[in-house]
C-alpha cells in the first residue's frame, strides 16, 4: 500500500507555513497530507528518506539559503516551483518575541529588545504560558483569547514568495518562470493596463 501524497511544512499547527500550505494544497487541488515539523533540515532528510514528498518554506525564513543548498548538494532536492501568498495579519506590542523573517514587516525600533522564536505560534504558546510579556503572532490568537491578550500595533498582511521543494529537478539549466503571470502581464504591458484600470 503506498501512503498518500505528504508535504512538510513549520510548525506547530496554526503557522503561517500550515495556513499558506494548505492554501497551496487547495490551489491545485490536491488530496494531500499535511506533516509540521520543527526544523527545515529534518524535512529535507525525511525526504530523502522517502518519508514524504515536498517542502514548503517562505523565501524570508533565515534558514533558506541553508535549506536550498543542502537541499541541492546533500540530499538531492530542489526548488520544484514558487508562489506568491499572503499570511496571518500580524500585530506587536512592547518587548518583542518575534520570527526573525517578520523582523522587516514594521517598523520595530520603539522595542528595544528582540526575543528570536522559531515560529509565530511559539510565541503564542508563550504568551500564554508567561515565557514572553509581548510578541508578534497573528489577529487569530488575539481574537480568540480578547480577555488575555491585547493589541497595541496592527500590521496586516505581507505578500511572501514561497518555495516548494522535491525530489524531481524541474529547471535543465534554464530559467523557469510562468510567461503569463500577472506580474509578467504588468511588465510587458503594465502601462496599457494602469490607463486601463484608471479610465
Same mark, same amino acid.
Not at 497530507?33 to 533565515?62: C, N, S, W, Y
Not at 535549506?67 to 540530499?75: D, I, L, N, P, T
Given at each position: 500500500?503506498? %501512503?498518500?501524497?505528504?508535504?512538510?511544512?513549520?510548525?506547530?499547527?496554526?503557522? *503561517?507555513? =500550515?495556513?499558506? +500550505?494548505?492554501?497551496?494544497?487547495?490551489?491545485? @487541488?490536491?488530496? $494531500?497530507?499535511?506533516?509540521? #515539523?520543527?526544523?527545515?533540515? =529534518?524535512?529535507?532528510?525525511?525526504?530523502?528518506?522517502? =518519508? $514524504?514528498?515536498?517542502?514548503?518554506?517562505?523565501?524570508?525564513?533565515?534558514?533558506?539559503?541553508?535549506?536550498?543548498? %543542502? /537541499?541541492?548538494? =546533500?540530499?538531492?532536492?530542489?526548488?520544484?516551483?514558487?508562489?506568491? !501568498?499572503?499570511?496571518?495579519?500580524?500585530?506587536?506590542? %512592547?518587548?518583542?518575541?518575534?520570527?526573525?523573517?517578520?523582523? @522587516?514587516?514594521?517598523?520595530?525600533?520603539?522595542?528595544?529588545?528582540?526575543?528570536?522564536? !522559531?515560529?509565530?505560534? &511559539?510565541?503564542?504558546?508563550?504568551?500564554?504560558?508567561?515565557?514572553?510579556?509581548?510578541?508578534? +503572532?497573528?489577529?487569530?490568537?488575539?481574537?480568540? *483569547?480578547?480577555?488575555?491578550? &491585547?493589541?497595541?500595533? %496592527?500590521? @496586516? +498582511?505581507?505578500?511572501?514568495?514561497?518555495?516548494?521543494?522535491?525530489?524531481?529537478?524541474?529547471?535543465?539549466? *534554464?530559467?523557469? $518562470?510562468?510567461?503569463?503571470?500577472?506580474?509578467?502581464?504588468?511588465?510587458?504591458? /503594465?502601462?496599457? #493596463?494602469?490607463?486601463?484600470?484608471?479610465?
Amino acid at each position: 500500500m503506498t %501512503r498518500p501524497l505528504t508535504f512538510l511544512t513549520l510548525g506547530p499547527s496554526g503557522t *503561517n507555513h =500550515e495556513l499558506v +500550505t494548505r492554501r497551496y494544497l487547495d490551489f491545485h @487541488g490536491l488530496d $494531500a497530507k499535511v506533516l509540521l #515539523i520543527e526544523d527545515f533540515f =529534518e524535512g529535507l532528510t525525511m525526504i530523502d528518506r522517502g =518519508e $514524504a514528498d515536498h517542502l514548503i518554506q517562505v523565501a524570508v525564513h533565515p534558514d533558506c539559503a541553508d535549506v536550498v543548498a %543542502r /537541499g541541492h548538494f =546533500e540530499h538531492g532536492i530542489h526548488i520544484m516551483d514558487a508562489f506568491i !501568498s499572503p499570511s496571518k495579519e500580524l500585530e506587536f506590542p %512592547r518587548i518583542l518575541a518575534l520570527q526573525p523573517a517578520t523582523r @522587516g514587516y514594521a517598523d520595530i525600533s520603539a522595542w528595544p529588545e528582540h526575543i528570536p522564536v !522559531s515560529s509565530i505560534m &511559539r510565541i503564542a504558546e508563550g504568551l500564554f504560558d508567561g515565557t514572553y510579556d509581548s510578541g508578534l +503572532t497573528t489577529m487569530k490568537v488575539v481574537e480568540a *483569547n480578547p480577555d488575555l491578550l &491585547r493589541v497595541d500595533v %496592527r500590521i @496586516g +498582511t505581507v505578500d511572501d514568495a514561497w518555495l516548494v521543494f522535491g525530489k524531481t529537478r524541474v529547471s535543465d539549466g *534554464n530559467l523557469v $518562470a510562468w510567461p503569463t503571470s500577472p506580474g509578467a502581464k504588468l511588465l510587458r504591458h /503594465g502601462n496599457e #493596463i494602469m490607463e486601463k484600470v484608471e479610465n
